[in-house]
């Protein structure tokens, strides 16, 4: 995984009038924790840390945070956003090494089209977007991708379907559900009217029937 460079500054003032004067300025306060030392308060640039976590590997990059003379292999632990504009205001940095394993949530994409599926006019329906992944920073997949054209209507794709990619784990319920394939409320009540139809027309022919029968 390519790693990505971003300067940390610190000594940076505490308190919430503060934080909101450093992010008026174009700066994300931060915190920066993990393996033993103290939380040290930093900030960083907001375009700069925007453009580190647009990458390929998007949030679970890892971050050469430069700090003083002292450059940490990072990950982001959290990031905080405003409730409306969506802007990040407050990022946690954890320091990791590059051949242990941590825990991080990493995308479900799904590719491809479910042909069947849609030919009855169903949809896939995406119950999982994320997955808790154990693995080292160096092997942190960008997104884990399943592929549904195979789908038919009422097919399930369960975690222990999806394809990790070596070096990776996962402790969640190999049984959860990520995806189902399921008929529209339209597809049903066309099979429900169908089912009606055919019902109406055999009840006919029932009634014709015994007309003629007692004729």
């Given at each position: 995984m390519p790693q990505n460079q971003l300067v940390a500054e610190t000594g940076r003032p505490t308190g919430s009038a503060s934080s909101n004067r450093l992010r008026g300025e174009g700066k994300v306060p931060g915190v920066l924790y993990g393996h033993g030392m103290a939380p040290l308060s930093v900030t960083v640039d907001r375009r700069e840390l925007r453009h580190v976590?647009?990458?390929?590997?998007?949030?679970?990059?890892?971050?050469?945070?430069?700090?003083g003379d002292s450059t940490h292999h990072t990950v982001v632990k959290e990031l905080q956003r405003h409730p409306i504009k969506r802007m990040v205001t407050h990022v946690d940095f954890l320091v990791v090494r590059m051949d242990e394993a941590i825990t991080v949530d990493v995308p479900i994409e799904l590719e491809g089209e479910a042909k069947a599926v849609l030919a009855e006019n169903g949809i896939i329906e995406q119950l999982m977007y994320t997955l808790a992944v154990a693995t080292t920073p160096a092997s942190i997949p960008s997104a884990i991708t399943v592929d549904i054209s195979d789908l038919q209507p009422g097919d399930v794709i369960t975690v222990g379907e999806l394809p990790l990619p070596d070096g990776c784990s996962t402790e969640v319920d190999p049984d959860m559900a990520v995806a189902i394939a399921v008929t529209t409320a339209a597809a049903e009540a066309e099979v429900e009217e169908e089912a009606e139809g055919e019902g109406a027309e055999g009840e006919g022919a029932e009634a014709e029937a015994a007309a003629e029968t007692k004729e």
């Amino acid at each position: 995984m390519p790693q990505n460079q971003l300067v940390a500054e610190t000594g940076r003032p505490t308190g919430s009038a503060s934080s909101n004067r450093l992010r008026g300025e174009g700066k994300v306060p931060g915190v920066l924790y993990g393996h033993g030392m103290a939380p040290l308060s930093v900030t960083v640039d907001r375009r700069e840390l925007r453009h580190v976590l647009t990458g390929p590997a998007g949030v679970n990059a890892v971050i050469d945070l430069q700090v003083g003379d002292s450059t940490h292999h990072t990950v982001v632990k959290e990031l905080q956003r405003h409730p409306i504009k969506r802007m990040v205001t407050h990022v946690d940095f954890l320091v990791v090494r590059m051949d242990e394993a941590i825990t991080v949530d990493v995308p479900i994409e799904l590719e491809g089209e479910a042909k069947a599926v849609l030919a009855e006019n169903g949809i896939i329906e995406q119950l999982m977007y994320t997955l808790a992944v154990a693995t080292t920073p160096a092997s942190i997949p960008s997104a884990i991708t399943v592929d549904i054209s195979d789908l038919q209507p009422g097919d399930v794709i369960t975690v222990g379907e999806l394809p990790l990619p070596d070096g990776c784990s996962t402790e969640v319920d190999p049984d959860m559900a990520v995806a189902i394939a399921v008929t529209t409320a339209a597809a049903e009540a066309e099979v429900e009217e169908e089912a009606e139809g055919e019902g109406a027309e055999g009840e006919g022919a029932e009634a014709e029937a015994a007309a003629e029968t007692k004729e």
